[in-house]
């Protein structure tokens, strides 16, 4: 197949080219960029008429994009608690179901419409504008300001409930 063969033939090429232009950490991700973007290139346009000259090109076009992006992106210096993190820490779980009673509770109490809608938009389906203003009997230009109205209103009541409490006075 003429990919397998174009691709055998580049390999040195783009080996040695990626050392050149990205030394150190990175190369394995800045040549898998570029046989990416020669994927696309042989199925939107077939294969580069100079092979060599494009590789070349799109070596230096990835390496800069690469030294770009990290410039701006920084390391953690402590690795991110994990989204769903493992319930067996008894506390962790307690403090989990206490946050979302408290959350639940205060939806229930709001007034009019808002814990119909509050509760679609918490639901677990994920439901869609259109699905929602449907299921609430109301117009999908209305949601958007009524949810604004729900969510204010919920904001007064939380804080006293789930807001750490403050210390008063001088510290």
């Known amino acids: ?31 898998q960029a570029v046989w990416l973007r020669l994927l696309e290139h042989l199925d939107t346009q077939g294969p580069p ?21 990290a410039r701006h992106e920084q390391p953690y210096a402590v690795e991110p608690v994990a989204e769903h993190p493992d319930h067996a820490d008894p506390e962790h779980h307690t403090l989990l179901t206490e946050r979302a009673r408290a959350l639940h509770s205060a939806v229930r109490r709001l007034p009019g419409r808002c814990p119909g809608l509050i509760g679609a938009l918490l639901s ?45 006075g001088k510290e």
């Open 1 to 31: 197949m003429i990919h397998d063969t174009v691709f055998e033939t580049l390999r040195p090429l783009l080996a040695a080219e990626a050392r050149a232009e990205l030394p150190g950490d990175g190369r394995a991700d800045l040549e």
């Open 49 to 69: 008429a100079d092979p060599a000259a494009w590789l070349t090109a799109t070596v230096r076009a990835e390496a800069r994009r690469h030294r770009r992006t």
């Open 124 to 168: 677990p389906k994920d439901l869609t504008y259109r699905e929602i203003a449907g299921e609430l009997g109301i117009s999908q230009g209305s949601l958007g300001p009524e949810r604004s109205r729900c969510l204010g209103c919920l904001r007064r009541i939380l804080p006293a409930e789930v807001a750490p409490r403050r210390r008063r």
